[in-house]
């Protein structure tokens, strides 16, 4: 069963005879689990975070530069938002991928996946990516596409950029089981409590609890149409260098980091020229990733933000 949209579901996608629910229970998926992320990490507590189309299993502990989770795609699933984007992985140093196969409920081992997956990716760090969203069309011109190994780790992203907006995609009619290693760049500190002091001590704490909410749920966020609304009835003045800021928010698999670049293209659209000004100030003082300050530039000066 292929899944198409952003909005499936896909807690039910599964073959006529079992669903994720099985292969989360079973023997396989437990043991794989447990050697990968090892007994202690997964004692101390597990999650699962459902994407559009294929699941990422990780310790609710992990470790601040390396981290390593399980994917799980559904038949036709894959990492992207839409079958047809790349997403940026900014916070990654270099990561790997290893497909280990598809999978069943009852499997004591991997099936041989030869037909494997698709991997598409850009060949460098700055891809331009749509106007509205911090994912990137795949095209031929920004992007290339091979298939990936069985059985062999594999770099989906580079020390030099190469591969840092990417997407796997599952061509198979099986459930398929990858493991990924990602090293992490440093983590800047988020420090928003010299901006938040302007504010009365009342809206000072509801930003601050907003702020958090998005860091906890990440894009789900915009399933909350109040609290998305509630961080764009602030003042942009205060909230432009705060969002410039969130942008350094660990990623977990929730498009934590994503999700503020694009709460920013929402405030952009009141004062761009405010916006252009602290992201200005922002790269000076080295505040937030390049990446998001090198694509949101792009888009403000596109033309799509300016006054008439």
């Given at each position: ?50 994407r ?18 399980l ?82 780790w ?18 198979s009619?099986?459930w ?78 929730k ?54």
């Amino acid at each position: 069963m292929a899944i198409n949209g952003s909005n499936s579901d896909i807690s039910h996608c599964s073959r006529p005879d079992f669903d994720f629910r099985d292969l989360e229970r079973s023997f396989l998926l437990t043991r794989t689990l447990r050697e990968f992320l090892g007994a202690e990490s997964v004692n101390a507590g597990t999650e699962t975070i459902t994407r559009q189309a294929c699941f990422l299993i990780r310790a609710t502990s992990e470790n601040p530069r390396v981290v390593r989770r399980l994917i799980v795609f559904p038949p036709g699933g894959y990492t992207a938002d839409r079958v047809d984007l790349l997403a940026p992985h900014p916070e990654a140093r270099e990561a790997r991928v290893k497909v280990m196969g598809g999978i069943r409920p009852a499997s004591k081992g991997f099936a041989p996946l030869p037909e494997g997956l698709r991997f598409k990716y850009s060949p460098s760090r700055d891809v331009p990516t749509e106007t509205t969203s911090a994912n990137s069309v795949f095209s031929e011109e920004h992007g290339r596409s091979r298939k990936v190994p069985w059985k062999n780790w594999f770099y989906v992203v580079k020390k030099n950029g190469w591969g840092s907006s990417h997407n796997l995609v599952n061509h198979s009619a099986r459930w398929v089981v990858c493991l990924l290693h990602k090293e992490l760049v440093d983590q800047k500190p988020i420090r928003i409590d010299g901006y938040l002091d302007g504010l009365p001590a009342a809206r000072s704490r509801q930003l601050r609890l907003s702020l958090t909410r998005v860091q906890e749920i990440g894009d789900a966020a915009f399933r909350d149409e109040s609290l998305v609304s509630e961080i764009l009835g602030f003042p942009v003045s205060k909230t432009a260098p705060i969002l410039l800021r969130m942008l350094n928010t660990s990623e977990t698999g929730k498009h934590e980091p994503c999700t503020f670049f694009a709460i920013l293209l929402k405030i952009a659209e009141q004062d761009p020229e405010l916006i252009l000004h602290e992201l200005t100030r922002a790269r000076e003082t080295d505040a937030s990733p390049h990446y998001y300050l090198a694509d949101l530039e792009r888009k403000l000066r596109s033309g799509r933000f300016r006054h008439d």
